[in-house]
């Protein structure tokens, strides 16, 4: 039998991440308990990152502001500065790539390393792991937790439910022993199953992962039809294959170290546009443009450049102004906000020629894990679903209501190759 050598998979996580970088650029903080919060001024923000004394106090990621200082009242709230911790981020992926070129960022506090051809120079994959946690303490301050298995998903799963519990902060899981470790723990400890996902499996019958793991794969499609209707074979599939430790896929490094410099579209109008409802169409379809090349390659923006010409040729005005958000997005509405704002702040009424919407100071979209914002992160699945169909159907396949009026391009321009745009 031709067998492939067993791989050995890192996934290394960085233990209260904002909350660990603030710490190391505020020693005086260093016995105190911290927290990271968005909306410092109002009770109201929510808590994004909590240090371990913090949580000692019950404080946790995610709750509203005011209900963490009602638990601990001398908690020390910090603003969140994004910016910084994905340069510590990138730090932090240097210094793994220092013992593996193979490095896949997950998000901006977890990242996969293959270390299969590293063991003949750091040693056994437990001392590398050692090694990195040491290396990225020291020029970090940040705590680093170390699932070690033979794939990605069983690597994720060592650092969530072992690693991040452990003294040392390493859990070794081997394919062969997930019958013993794994399959015996409460199906809400699985990855990808939160808590209304766990009251699914409950009502199936199935409480443990190896309830899920056990069910032969087309019988789990069945029970998954019956419940979420048809559509539901991949997701059914996704779970069979994370209870088993199912995982080919490789650690794939990114194109992190280049986002382009900004993402943009131009376009000329085929008349002047004088109406402000008409001007608001194409303004909306050059966004969904941006905003969809940017989620395309994965990238999100801080800055919203608009540039508008108007007629006449002979004199004519105009005006490209920016502006900067207080996070990156790649979202369509949200950016739209931005750009009516600029848009409207500038034009001077006169007919409209020619109008372009850039997004830049682009980041990586992996680095920023939105996923504490349930509303953000429908927003995104609204989004990407949107995208899969016009990747699949075409642009044309789904166009807002604004744009099958006399204004819209997007219908007449998804038939071109390249269209208007440049
Ligand atoms: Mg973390």
Same mark, same amino acid.
């Given at each position: 039998m031709n067998e492939k050598r067993e791989r050995v998979i890192f996934l290394a996580d960085c233990q209260s991440f904002y909350a660990s970088v603030e710490k190391a650029d505020h !020693?005086?903080?260093?016995d105190m308990p911290v927290a990271v919060a968005g909306s $410092?001024?109002?009770?109201?923000g929510i808590i994004l990152a909590a240090c371990p004394i913090a949580k000692g106090y019950g404080v946790t990621t995610a709750e509203r502001l005011g209900e963490a200082l009602t638990k601990c009242p001398e908690l020390v709230v910090i603003r969140p500065r994004m910016q910084h911790y994905m340069d510590v981020s990138r730090m932090i992926t240097k210094i793994y790539e220092e013992f593996t070129d193979l490095v896949e960022i997950f998000s901006i506090d977890e990242q996969f390393l293959d270390i299969t051809a590293s063991l003949p120079f750091f040693g056994d994959p437990v001392t590398i792991a050692k090694s990195i946690q040491q290396k990225v303490l020291s020029q970090t301050g940040v705590r680093v937790r170390i699932g070690i298995s033979s794939n990605k998903i069983l690597a994720k799963i060592a650092t969530d439910i072992w690693a991040k519990k452990n003294e040392n902060g390493i859990f070794t899981l081997p394919a062969s022993e997930i019958e013993t470790l794994?399959? !015996?723990? !409460? $199906?809400?400890? =699985?990855?990808?199953?939160?808590s209304r996902m766990s009251a699914h499996f409950a009502a199936l019958? =199935?409480?443990?992962?190896g309830d899920i793991a056990g069910t032969p794969l087309p019988c789990l499609k069945d029970k998954f039809r019956a419940r979420f209707?048809?559509?539901?074979d991949i997701h059914a599939e996704v779970m069979w294959r994370t209870a088993n430790g199912l995982d080919d896929s490789p650690v794939n490094p990114g194109t992190f170290e280049t986002p382009p410099k900004s993402v943009g579209h131009m376009m000329t109008l085929p008349r002047d546009y004088t109406e402000p409802w008409e001007v608001d169409t194409i303004l909306l379809e050059l966004t969904e443009e941006v905003c969809r090349d940017c989620r395309r390659q994965g990238y999100m923006g801080f800055v919203v450049t608009v540039s508008c010409m108007c007629s006449p040729y002979e004199s004519p005005t105009g005006f490209s102004r920016q502006m900067k958000m207080t996070d990156p997005t790649n979202h369509t509405n949200t950016v739209m906000k931005t750009v009516r704002r600029l848009f409207y702040k500038y034009w001077d009424q006169m007919p409209v020629r020619r109008v372009g919407v850039t997004l830049s100071?682009? $980041? %990586? %979209?992996?680095?920023?894990?939105?996923?504490?914002f349930e509303d953000q992160v429908k927003l995104r699945a609204l989004d990407q679903a949107t995208d899969s169909i016009k990747s699949r159907y075409g642009s044309a396949a789904i166009i807002r209501a604004?744009?099958?009026?006399?204004?819209?391009?997007a219908k007449d321009r998804s038939l071109k190759i390249g269209g208007h745009f440049k």
């Open positions: !020693p005086e903080c260093r $410092v001024e109002r009770r109201s794994l399959w !015996p723990q !409460p $199906v809400h400890k =699985m990855f990808g199953v939160g019958g =199935m409480n443990s992962i209707g048809r559509q539901s100071q682009l $980041v %990586d %979209d992996r680095t920023y894990q939105l996923t504490l604004s744009s099958l009026t006399d204004a819209g391009q």
